[in-house]
């Protein structure tokens, strides 16, 4: 890696804070450099001390007669600011903090912090932490860190990187791993992230040609746009993102914000930029051993049909559920697999998928046998991916099956999974040669089935997102519209239509009767609806300013005269526009759809299920603006009325392709105005045989520094 070569593989380090105090961060840190035999320069700092554990100490960093790639502070925090001070005065380009006491501890750590961050900015220094264990990068011995990090079992070497804002859980995350025999590369525990994050942490780790795969646990971000952009490189590069989100209830965000300060952002809103970015969500332990183990190999199932087979029918059948719920299924085998099956599985046996090899199978004297169907499944086309079960199969028998898988195995480029019970301690030869095959074991069918739907989601976020056409310009604000949101006004709702038909989104007719004049309304279809015009009433019924159902011209005249006698005694200081009058949508169900300006995220679109059904069921989808038509197809794909589009019950079949080309024009929308617009509602949005309409809209603007929103 180039961005971050001498942070993570220093030549030269200076510890701030050593002492005979073995407890002291910064002695830890020396001690663990000198332990795990770090072949660049060390440099203790303490004026209280000539030398720290054989090395000449210093009384400062700039008494330092050598360049220092990097600075180490072990501080208490009272005692950072002038360090960082002598970092900045000897040019030093990087610095890791240790110290907490900054903003997680309140308004006094807060100035703190910023002083910290003003330095390193006007110096050039690029910092990690503050709050933090610090880094280890394994493959160099580099342990710019102190407490678990430091500590035995030493990690392995691998091709893993880790980022991680809780040092103290990341760093379980690193040790349950290591418990799989998956090595690591760089181990990173950002803290308070006053400079480097977890997001330029990962960009920088793509670039990193030893990292192959990314774990982070991270409990938020500043600027979720920089992750999505750095999930979607990251998927170009073929360098799968494991993440796990910290703080996605509400307590759960309480705890964040006084561990890490970090601003949590809706879950909503991160899970939609996962589907958008192909990162996998984790949250267990075993998920992560999982899926890193799914991933070594390289291998991407080609489609999502699934071969089973081994010596446990039950293991099948829970394979077979759980892989349903993410998207999996059983491969219906050919004619021609299982001819070639029939004669190597005994009579008692099962040839179609799942194969039931039967009891005791897998020995030495079916070794030829076994060759020969793994072949044949993975010969058939319509065989996306392989789930072997061994079950129970004892160390021999186990032994002579991994034998055969791995040899086979590396003739294909299908994944193989494999589950095993067995106990670990009894199994050791077998789980050798699959580790040395790079060939998951797993000690559930489940989670089998999990993994490989894991590959396979990733594989389908590549193909649909790397090269994928980016949403074309949406139409600009006319000069009025803008203007009346700069000044902190809402859109009425025939301005709010107005601008939504520029942009692309289908709405009603509307005719606009201003004054005491008589309503024009030749060429108006019944029934029709009347609503108050007023940048003052974004919510119309609560002051008797809306009457639907009209079926003539003189139902329509006598609606605008009660809605002006409410209007005039409920909401007298509004300032009324006039009265729109709409042709009423009859027929079609009833959607919500809408954008969020997100303080982390920027603009978020909405759609789900409408009327009494918007509060109730809470069916609802979201991904970031801005986003094509297949991505708005797959919004409402995940709507659980969605089935209520392709005419259930002998209903219509609704025009689904015409809501997702107003939800992507919507959502361009949104993001063209994303300066101008908190918030577009548009409730709502009718979509029927013919087409989508929306009834009603509101467009809110973005509140500015002393006013708010409208």
């Not at 289908?506 to 108006?524: I, N, S």
């Not at 679109?605 to 809470?618: R, T």
């Amino acid at each position: 890696m180039s961005k971050f070569q001498f942070l993570l593989e220093p030549r030269s380090i200076a510890v701030v804070g050593v002492s005979d105090d073995a407890a002291r961060p910064g002695s830890q840190a020396v001690r663990a450099l000198m332990r795990n035999g770090y072949q660049g320069r060390i440099f203790p700092v303490n004026p209280k001390y000539q030398e720290f554990q054989g090395l000449k100490c210093y009384a400062s960093v700039q008494a330092i007669d050598e360049d220092v790639d990097l600075v180490v502070i072990g501080v208490p925090a009272k005692g950072v600011i002038p360090v960082m001070r002598e970092c900045a005065a000897k040019s030093v380009p990087y610095v890791t903090v240790f110290s907490g006491g900054f903003r997680e501890s309140g308004p006094e750590g807060v100035e703190r912090e910023k002083e910290l961050l003003d330095i390193a900015r006007g110096a050039g220094i690029r910092v990690i932490g503050p709050n933090c264990l610090g880094f280890a990068s394994i493959p160099s011995n580099v342990y710019a860190a102190f407490g678990s990090i430091t500590r035995d079992p030493k990690l392995e070497p691998g091709n893993v990187s880790l980022v991680t804002q809780s040092g103290g859980f990341g760093y379980s995350i690193a040790l349950a791993c290591a418990e799989a025999k998956i090595g690591f590369r760089h181990v990173v525990a950002t803290g308070n992230e006053s400079d480097i994050d977890t997001v330029e942490m990962i960009d920088a780790l793509i670039d990193d040609p030893e990292t192959r795969c990314i774990v982070a646990y991270i409990e938020g971000t500043r600027d979720g746009r920089a992750l999505l952009r750095v999930g979607r490189r990251a998927l170009a590069a073929g360098k799968p993102v494991l993440l796990w989100k910290g703080g996605v209830t509400e307590q759960g965000a309480r705890a964040a914000a006084s561990h890490t300060a970090s601003m949590t952002g809706s879950y909503d809103f991160y899970r939609a930029l996962y589907k958008q970015t192909g990162i996998v969500e984790i949250g267990e332990l075993h998920e992560v051993v999982d899926y890193l183990k799914a991933f070594a190999p390289g291998k991407q199932p080609q489609g999502n049909a699934v071969a089973v087979m081994g010596v446990s029918g039950g293991s099948a059948i829970v394979f077979a559920d759980a892989g349903e719920r993410r998207g999996l299924t059983l491969s219906a085998l050919t004619e021609a697999t299982q001819e070639r099956l029939a004669p190597v599985v005994p009579s008692i046996g099962a040839i179609h998928n799942p194969i039931d090899l039967t009891a005791g199978y897998f020995s030495e004297h079916n070794k030829d046998k076994l060759e020969v169907a793994l072949r044949a499944v993975l010969d058939d086309d319509q065989v996306g991916s392989l789930c072997v079960n061994l079950a129970t199969t004892g160390p021999g028998g186990s032994a002579v099956a991994a034998e055969v898988i791995a040899r086979v195995s590396n003739h294909y480029s299908k994944p193989i999974v494999v589950f095993s019970s067995t106990p670990v301690a009894a199994n050791a030869e077998a789980l050798d040669i699959f580790s040395q095959a790079r060939i998951p074991v797993l000690p559930s069918p489940s989670r089998a089935a999990h993994a490989l739907a894991v590959l396979w989601a990733y594989g389908r976020a590549r193909e649909r997102i790397v090269g994928a056409a980016l949403a074309e310009p949406a139409a600009e604000l006319d000069t009025d519209a803008r203007a009346a949101l700069r000044a902190g006004r809402a859109l009425s709702e025939m301005e709010s239509k107005a601008v939504l038909s520029k942009a692309g989104v289908p709405v009603t007719k509307d005719l606009l009767v201003r004054g005491d004049e008589r309503a024009d309304l030749a060429g108006l279809s019944y029934p029709a609806v009347v609503k108050v015009v007023s940048r003052d009433i974004p919510h119309k019924s609560e002051v008797g300013g809306v009457k639907v159902n009209l079926a003539s011209a003189e139902a329509v005249a006598s609606a605008i005269g009660q809605i002006r006698e409410s209007v005039a005694r409920l909401a007298p200081a509004a300032a009324i526009d006039g009265m729109m009058v709409s042709e009423m949508v009859t027929e079609g169900f009833e959607l919500i759809a809408g954008v969020v300006n997100d303080v982390v995220f920027g603009p978020v679109v909405m759609v789900g299920a409408g009327g009494i059904y918007a509060e109730i069921l809470k069916d609802v989808s979201f991904r970031l603006a801005p986003f094509d038509e297949r991505t708005a197809l797959e919004m409402l794909d995940e709507l659980r009325c969605r089935p209520i589009f392709d005419g259930a019950r002998g209903g219509a079949t609704l025009d689904v392709a015409s809501a997702a080309r107003a939800l992507a024009a919507l959502s361009r929308f949104g993001w063209a105005v994303r300066d101008e617009v908190q918030e577009i509602d548009v409730n709502p949005l009718f979509l029927s045989s013919r087409g989508v309409v929306a009834a009603d809209a509101l467009v809110v603007p973005k509140a500015r520094p002393g006013r708010g929103a409208a």
